[in-house]
């Protein structure tokens, strides 16, 4: 049997590095963030698999190499004000908090918010404020936000979530309803935004709040 943490060496080794993640600050949180703690006790032996599993609620944590992935198009610096729609876990958030600044978390589901929020208190993360809300209305209260990542897929890019990004920000998301793109959005000075297609992903839907 191997160890959490000899399972998080592999897990970057052949499911991170063997792929195309360089950034060797994404890596080292990475090896950090005890992704066990973050699935349901019953699925703990798959942690460190190479996919994405079920947290409750019909919604999953996102597969090692997509949460990578998606930290690393967002280049974060030191400093960094972060906002993430759809909390899910909390592994995301822990994975942002150990390389940005301040991090805000938004998730719909009171049950997950609630789970993750005491996991990250627990946990000593003290940079990351989890929030109960709709992330289609974004967290104006610490706009403007440097990145700005969504890990639900809405049909296309929410207004407001644009809008709460500074100019030269970077916001990574999935877009589309039964096929999906992960792309990566840079706002200009002038509110638009330039975008690149990343690659296909399979996400669940980003639900509008009640
Ligand atoms: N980042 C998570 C994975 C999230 S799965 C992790 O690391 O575990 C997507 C999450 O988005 C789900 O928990 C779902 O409840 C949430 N979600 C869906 N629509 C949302 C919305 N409008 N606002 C906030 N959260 C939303």
């Given at each position: 049997m191997r160890t959490p943490a000899e399972d998080r060496e592999q897990m970057i080794l052949y499911q991170l590095e063997s792929r195309d993640i360089r950034d060797q600050l994404v890596l080292d949180a990475f090896l950090k963030v005890e992704r066990h703690l973050f699935v349901p006790p019953e699925l703990r032996s798959f942690a460190y698999d190479d996919v994405p599993l079920p947290i409750g609620w019909g919604q999953t944590i996102s597969q090692p190499y997509v949460v990578a992935k998606m930290t690393e198009l967002l280049a974060l610096g030191k400093q960094d004000r972060v906002l993430e729609i759809g909390t899910g876990s909390g592994y995301q958030a822990a994975i942002l908090a150990e390389l940005a600044g301040e991090v805000y978390t938004i998730e719909l589901v009171p049950e997950l918010h609630r789970r993750a929020q005491e996991l990250l208190e627990r946990l000593g993360y003290t940079n990351i404020r989890a929030i109960c809300g709709d992330?289609?209305?974004?967290?104006?209260?610490?706009?403007?936000?440097?990145a700005v990542i969504v890990t639900a897929a809405p049909p296309t890019l929410p207004e407001n979530l644009v809008s709460q990004l500074r100019t030269g920000g970077t916001l990574v998301i999935p877009v589309g309803e039964s096929e999906q793109t992960l792309i990566r959005a840079t706002k200009n000075g002038d509110g638009t935004t330039s975008q690149e297609r990343i690659f296909p992903v399979i996400f669940v839907p980003m639900k509008h709040g009640l």
């Amino acid at each position: 049997m191997r160890t959490p943490a000899e399972d998080r060496e592999q897990m970057i080794l052949y499911q991170l590095e063997s792929r195309d993640i360089r950034d060797q600050l994404v890596l080292d949180a990475f090896l950090k963030v005890e992704r066990h703690l973050f699935v349901p006790p019953e699925l703990r032996s798959f942690a460190y698999d190479d996919v994405p599993l079920p947290i409750g609620w019909g919604q999953t944590i996102s597969q090692p190499y997509v949460v990578a992935k998606m930290t690393e198009l967002l280049a974060l610096g030191k400093q960094d004000r972060v906002l993430e729609i759809g909390t899910g876990s909390g592994y995301q958030a822990a994975i942002l908090a150990e390389l940005a600044g301040e991090v805000y978390t938004i998730e719909l589901v009171p049950e997950l918010h609630r789970r993750a929020q005491e996991l990250l208190e627990r946990l000593g993360y003290t940079n990351i404020r989890a929030i109960c809300g709709d992330g289609y209305l974004g967290y104006p209260e610490a706009a403007p936000y440097d990145a700005v990542i969504v890990t639900a897929a809405p049909p296309t890019l929410p207004e407001n979530l644009v809008s709460q990004l500074r100019t030269g920000g970077t916001l990574v998301i999935p877009v589309g309803e039964s096929e999906q793109t992960l792309i990566r959005a840079t706002k200009n000075g002038d509110g638009t935004t330039s975008q690149e297609r990343i690659f296909p992903v399979i996400f669940v839907p980003m639900k509008h709040g009640l």
